[in-house]
């Protein structure tokens, strides 16, 4: 048989590192093939920060721009275009310099496209210069340098550059500071990845690319052209990028490099042309496809444990763990489908007879299990069907247009609160808010508060290891009412950054003036974490992810709000009282100690 | 033989000899820290004094905590003590109308600071030093139930036969801490000073109204003891002296005082602070007992201040936790085993010497090791041996070197039962409670860093200017010989020796790593570079 082979997916083979050839994903990589590739065009991201850079380099007097990020956060990338730019030419090859010298006029261009990979001393060194035109008032050097951002940090320690290692740090902490022209510190961190799913996908799954596969005699049960029709639609899209979204509000990162390994495997699932027509000729291989699907894929669920562990996003993704655990509605639904005609109707679409579906397979599971019969199982074994659940339950989740029933999939239970605080919902910031300062109230005693304990934030201290009943004691509190949830809309013009914040923001107490308020960030995790801790629900889920970072809140208001001792003759401590904790105190006055009998 | 501190002639067990003057198994974790603290209290938290420091009884404070109807060593005296004082402090101390309510809500209170239980009589018991006012030494009741006292009605009676030179368990653990800060800030007054003005105002700035509170009750016992409100000079006549360390140039000595300084920096909560301190004490003091376990180190080594160098420790700590199939977890468990070898060794050895360096007088040993203070039959068996072997070379039928080496043998048959009974465990005891070693109980004992101990020695290690996880490790490396990376495993020898792949050392390093972002001691920038900082 005459093998078919589609360019486009060999290409695609090089971007993930089950392959041998992962190499694509390199931007060393892309600009020596440009030049041979015709067909292809390689994936071309338009980012706002590539625009910014270049609009700052169009200035007569640009800035020295120091770009950091993770490796494979397109720095590598943007010094080629901006060279580009200047010269007005590709480079296919990296010269071997270090600093790469560019002129446009009398300005000179110094690129130093990774400063991790020169040495230390050499590291210093270009740091130095940099420095020295900093200090110039007049000058016709620019640098970009590219680094690692704990590299960059380590290297400014040493030598003397703390005036530039303050401003570095500033930048990196708060935010690139566009109003001073000398020196941009641009953190490509700031990115949210998730902007560029749509793009990327579009560039996937671009119709001309797969023209190839219609010649193929195998592309009927190709599960690699099935994936990429399947990602076209908007809706599945959209869904993918949510995921994205839901890792950057847990605090992960992707680069670019791993979001694009990422989708290219979740369309070929590691397979290529060659695979699919060995496979084609075994008997078992119609009973597997299905598990190549992209909805399988983008967990990485076939992918080995190297390759699970090695891709960023399939690490995490996993972890959210859609699939396993059992949602009544949607269950029903795969199960029994529905006696309204139109939602039959969507159900039939989604769930019948399909590639995915093991062509037959899965409705004849479904029949047997529904009516019985000579197939069925003994009674203590679980019915085949089963079996097919996580894969249907996760195809739901990427198809099924109803959206609140398929969002439990994911194991949060606040997860639809916290989206639609994030979306500005007014009445539930009040909700969470109270439910929020409660959550923290017991996560900082160790105590199982009642919500009358609720008008104030206490921070408290205790000995850890109290043989007895513990005792917190309430090292200052802040009154609940003054304590505000908000949101701060992160949007940048100078990168593609698409998120919303959500922060608790804690004013000093009344009689710790000069203190600045403690803004504390709250991700998905810990929202979960003091949402459940606040309405029920088990604390101990989250508990090793959180607790140390509550812990750390707890540590800076004890530092800032109570560093001296508000009233030692007045202490405030939880005690049991009648099988409940409650706010207690002892005063002392002259010599005498009084209860103010608080039940 | 150089030492720090007060030293007497002779007359003292073998393991004194070698880590000073003393340390001894009976003696809680906690311990070390209460009484450390104790000691620099009664020396009006200065360290370097060698005359006495004052101890504090609290008998009061102590009694109104710990004793009630569930004691294990009840006494007439003390019920009647109780009894007097929850009515004396009802009546004087307490305003309100329900007095035995805030009576018992004071107790909950300062019961939730009750640090050492153990099934110990009520005098046995401590607080956690939350505030200076809830230091008090140890005390042990020397009449026997209902052996006097019985006629007593007058509160002072009720105080007599509790004495406070038991060191059951102040055993001088902390002193000896006391002694190696004293030696090791020397010749650095002003670490001296901040260390001590940084503890005392740890112990007094915070927690005031516990500190408050805690000084009522006892106050309210000793208006009755001594029938007015001067308190303060009756509680603390009881005095204490110090024991002693041996080479006080060590380097180790200055070190541990450097991680002192550098910890106490901090600005978390006092509570953890002390907790942590506990926790670096624990480690500081396993370190200080393999250090002089080393071999070869003469005195002349730690006076001239290059021991750390001479007998650098080796301590591969397994931060995998057995997911590499227990191959790290196997050396360090080696390690850990060869620690424990070299104390005995080091004992062994020291006896050796000591039978050669007064080989014109065998018989000093006797006062020397204070063998009087054994059991009869230990030492009549070890007297019949000795005849004997006095005999034979009187007989010359065994020359001199002969005679030594066999003398050292039964001296140190004698002495090893009372070393390992009573010191020998020490260092476990220690470094586990302290979480610097794996499993807390049973087999299979290594190198480990918990929590508590890792946030610790970050605090010790780290100022205000972060380092790279490279530094950080290289530091540790240096200080303590510990070691996790390839790169200390290569300079330590221990790769060469164990000739384990250098992948198990990566991924140890990384394991710790992990630790210790999770714990928010480390940022990760990037796949370059991690910096360790401090969380606040």
């Known amino acids: ?599 | 033989m150089n030492f720090y501190g007060q030293q007497e002639q002779d007359g003292y067990p073998l393991a004194a000899w070698i880590w000073g003057h003393r340390m001894r198994i009976g003696q809680h974790w906690m311990e070390y820290l209460l009484e450390f603290l104790n000691v620099l209290a009664g020396f009006d938290y200065e360290l370097g004094r060698k005359d006495e420091y004052k101890r504090f009884t609290r008998l009061g404070l102590r009694r109104f905590v710990f004793y009630d109807e569930r004691e294990k060593t009840r006494h007439f005296s003390d019920d009647q003590a109780v009894k007097f004082l929850h009515r004396v402090f009802k009546e004087d101390y307490i305003a309100g109308p329900e007095p035995e309510e805030t009576l018992q809500l004071v107790r909950t209170l300062l019961q939730a600071f009750s640090a050492i239980e153990e099934q110990r009589s009520w005098y046995a018991k401590s607080l956690f030093p939350a505030h200076h006012n809830l230091l008090f030494w140890e005390a042990l009741r020397k009449s026997k139930k209902g052996q006097s006292n019985q006629n007593a009605t007058e509160p002072r009676d009720f105080d007599t036969g509790v004495a406070f030179d038991a060191r059951n368990f102040f055993a001088r653990g902390g002193e000896i801490y006391y002694l190696i800060l004293s030696a090791g800030t020397q010749d650095n007054q002003e670490r001296c000073t901040k260390i001590a003005n940084r503890l005392k105002s740890l112990l007094n700035d915070y927690n005031q109204g516990v500190g408050y509170l805690a000084a009522l009750v006892d106050q309210a016992w000793h208006q009755q003891v001594a029938g007015n409100d001067d308190f303060a000079d009756d509680d603390i006549h009881k005095t204490g002296r110090l024991g002693w360390i041996p080479d006080p140039n060590c380097q180790l000595y200055k070190i541990i005082a450097e991680d002192l300084e550098t910890f106490l920096e901090t600005h978390i909560d006092p509570l953890e602070t002390l907790d942590l301190l506990a926790h670096l004490i624990g480690f500081h003091l396993t370190l200080y007992i393999y250090h002089r376990a080393q071999p070869n180190m003469p005195s002349q080594t730690h006076m001239q201040g290059n021991c750390l160098e001479a007998g650098r420790l080796i301590l591969l700590v397994d931060a995998l936790n057995g997911s590499d199939g227990g191959v790290i977890r196997q050396v360090s468990a080696t390690l850990f085993q060869e620690q424990e070898a070299r104390i005995i060794q080091a004992g062994k050895e020291y006896v050796s010497q000591f039978v050669r360096d007064h080989s014109d007088d065998t018989d000093v040993a006797w006062s020397y090791f204070g063998i009087s203070r054994l059991s009869k039959d230990t030492r009549k068996s070890f007297e019949d041996k000795k005849h004997k072997l006095d005999a034979a070379y009187q007989r010359a039928e065994i020359a001199l070197d002969k005679y030594l080496k066999r003398y050292a043998e039964i001296l140190w048959n004698l002495l090893i039962n009372d070393f390992r009974k009573n010191f020998l465990g020490v260092h476990r005891k220690l470094s586990k409670s302290v979480g610097f070693v794996a499993p807390k109980k049973g087999a299979g004992a290594r190198f480990v860093l918990d929590d508590n101990i890792l946030k610790a020695l970050t605090l010790a290690n780290v100022s205000k200017q972060e380092m790279t996880y490279d530094e950080f490790l290289a530091r540790l490396y240096l200080r303590y010989g510990i070691v996790v990376g390839p790169i200390e495993a290569r300079q330590s020898g221990l790769f060469e020796r164990q000739r384990i792949n250098v992948e198990y050392y990566d991924r140890n390093k990384i394991a710790l790593l992990e630790k210790m972002k999770f714990a928010g001691l480390a940022t990760e920038y990037s796949d370059a570079t991690a910096m360790i900082g401090k969380s606040v």
């Open chain 1, 1 to 599: 048989m005459n093998l078919h082979v589609n360019p486009f997916v060999v290409h695609l083979n090089r971007y993930t590192t089950v392959s041998p050839e992962h190499e694509a994903a390199f931007d060393e990589f892309l600009s020596q093939e440009l030049a041979s590739t015709t067909e292809i065009q390689p994936l071309r991201i338009e980012t706002k920060t590539e625009q910014f850079i270049r609009q700052q380099f169009q200035q007569i007097q640009p800035p020295c721009i120091i770009l950091t990020g993770n490796a494979g956060d397109g720095k590598t990338y943007l010094c080629r275009q901006i060279i580009k730019d200047f010269t007005g030419e590709d480079i296919t090859q990296w010269p071997p310099e270090v600093i790469q010298r560019v002129k446009r006029g009398d300005l000179t261009l110094n690129v130093v496209k990774d400063l991790s990979e020169v040495g230390e001393d050499a590291g210093v060194k270009i740091l130095e210069q940099l420095n020295t035109v900093l200090l110039q008032e007049e000058t016709q050097d620019v640098f970009l340098i590219a680094a690692n951002e704990g590299r960059l940090r380590a290297l400014l320690s040493q030598g003397k550059l703390s005036d530039l290692h303050r401003q570095v740090d500033k930048q990196l902490r708060e935010e690139p500071a566009l109003n001073q022209p000398q020196l941009l510190v641009l953190n490509l961190n700031q990115v949210t990845t998730s902007s560029y799913v749509q793009q990327t996908i579009a560039w996937l799954t671009q119709k001309e690319y797969w023209k190839h596969c219609q010649e193929c005699p195998t592309s009927r049960t190709c599960p690699i052209y099935f994936n990429a029709g399947q990602l076209s639609n908007d809706f599945v899209v959209s869904r993918l990028k949510f995921l994205y979204q839901i890792l950057e509000h847990l605090g992960v990162h992707l680069t670019i490099r791993d979001m694009l390994i990422h989708l290219v495997y979740t369309v070929t699932g590691g397979l290529n042309c060659q695979i699919i027509a060995e496979r084609n000729g075994q008997a078992e291989w119609k009973d597997q496809r299905h598990f190549y699907v992209y909805y399988e894929n983008v967990w990485g669920e076939t992918a080995d444990e190297i390759f699970q562990r090695k891709i960023l996003a399939t690490r995490y993704l996993r972890r959210l763990d859609v699939g396993n655990v059992s949602v009544f509605n949607v269950d029903d639904f795969i199960i029994n489908g529905s006696l309204d005609e139109e939602t039959q109707k969507v159900y039939d679409d989604l769930l019948g007879e399909r590639l995915d579906l093991g062509e037959k397979l899965f409705s004849q599971r479904r029949f047997e299990y529904l009516h019985g019969g000579v197939t069925s199982p003994k009674p203590e074994e679980e019915h085949p069907l089963i079996a097919w659940l996580p894969h249907c339950r996760r195809k739901l989740f990427f198809e099924w247009e109803n959206k609140d029933e398929t969002n439990r999939l994911l194991s949060f239970a606040h997860l639809p609160e916290y989206f639609r605080l994030i979306e500005g919902d007014t009445i539930m910031l009040e909700r969470c808010r109270k439910n929020l300062i409660l959550g923290l109230n017991r996560s900082f005693s160790g105590l199982f508060l009642s919500e009358d304990n609720n008008a104030h934030l206490y921070v408290t201290s205790q000995y850890a290891h109290a043989v007895e009943q513990p005792v917190p004691i309430i090292r200052t509190r802040i009154s609940a009412s003054d304590i505000e949830l908000i949101l701060i809309d992160e949007t940048s013009e100078v990168f593609d950054r698409n998120f919303t914040k959500l922060v608790l923001d804690i004013p000093p107490p009344t009689r710790v003036r000069d203190a600045d308020p403690k803004k504390w960030s709250l991700g998905l995790l810990t929202f979960e974490y003091l949402m459940r801790r606040a309405c029920g629900g088990t604390s101990n889920v989250l508990a090793t992810e959180c607790e140390l970072k509550i812990r750390r809140l707890k540590d800076e208001l004890l530092q800032d709000f109570a560093q001296q001792e508000s009233d030692p003759d007045h202490i405030f401590f939880f005690g049991a009282h009648k099988n409940r904790y409650v706010l207690q105190d002892l005063r002392i006055n002259e010599g005498k100690i009084q209860t103010s009998g608080s039940k």
